[in-house]
C-alpha cells in the first residue's frame, strides 16, 4: 500500500511540474541546427532567427523555434514560437512588433502551424504547455496553442 501511495505522489508530482513549471530551457540547444535567419525587424530595434531541434533518433522528427533578441538589450531573448516543423518554414515581419511565422506542409492540409506573433504580448507553444506554465505567465500576455 505504502509503495502505491508513494508511486503515485511520485507520478503526480512529475506531472505536475512537467505541467506548471515549464519553461523553454529544455530544449536541446547542444546540438540545435540554424533555420531562418536572422531577419532585423524594421526599425533594427529587434531580431527573429529560427533553430531546429532533432528528437527521436531514425523515427524521430524536428521541432522549430523562434527566438526574438532585443538589439537595445542584447541579454534579453525570448522564445516566441515552438512547434513541429513542417516542410515550408519562414519568418517575416510585417511591422516593428508583428512577427509572422510560416509552419506549413502544403500537401497536408491539417499541417499549417503558421501564426502571426505581436512580439512582448504572444508567444505560441503547440502542445499548450507554456500557456499553462505558472514560471511564464509573466512574458506574455496572450498564449495559442494548436
Known amino acids: 500500500m505504502i509503495a502505491?501511495?508513494?508511486?503515485v505522489v511520485l507520478v503526480s508530482s512529475i506531472y505536475i511540474y512537467e505541467t506548471y513549471f515549464f519553461t523553454f530551457n529544455d530544449i536541446d540547444r547542444e546540438f540545435a541546427q540554424k533555420g531562418p535567419g536572422p531577419i532585423t525587424s524594421p526599425t533594427g530595434a529587434y531580431t527573429a532567427n529560427a533553430y531546429y531541434e532533432l528528437y527521436g533518433g531514425a523515427a524521430?522528427?524536428?521541432n522549430v523555434w523562434v527566438e526574438i533578441t532585443n538589439n537595445n538589450e542584447k541579454t534579453k531573448v525570448q522564445t516566441v514560437y515552438y512547434s513541429d516543423a513542417k516542410s515550408n518554414i519562414s519568418?517575416?515581419?510585417?511591422?516593428?512588433?508583428?512577427?509572422?511565422i510560416l509552419n506549413d506542409s502544403p500537401d497536408y492540409p491539417n499541417s499549417n502551424r503558421s501564426i502571426e506573433l505581436e512580439i512582448g504580448k504572444e508567444i505560441y507553444h503547440e502542445n499548450g504547455l507554456?500557456?499553462?506554465?505558472?514560471?511564464?505567465?509573466?512574458?506574455?500576455?496572450?498564449?495559442?496553442?494548436n
Request: contains cysteine; negative net charge.
Open 4 to 7: 502505491t501511495l508513494s508511486g
Open 130 to 145: 507554456a500557456c499553462k506554465s505558472l514560471l511564464m505567465k509573466d512574458q506574455y500576455e496572450t498564449c495559442y496553442q
Open 91 to 100: 519568418i517575416e515581419w510585417l511591422d516593428e512588433a508583428t512577427l509572422y
Open 60 to 62: 524521430g522528427g524536428v
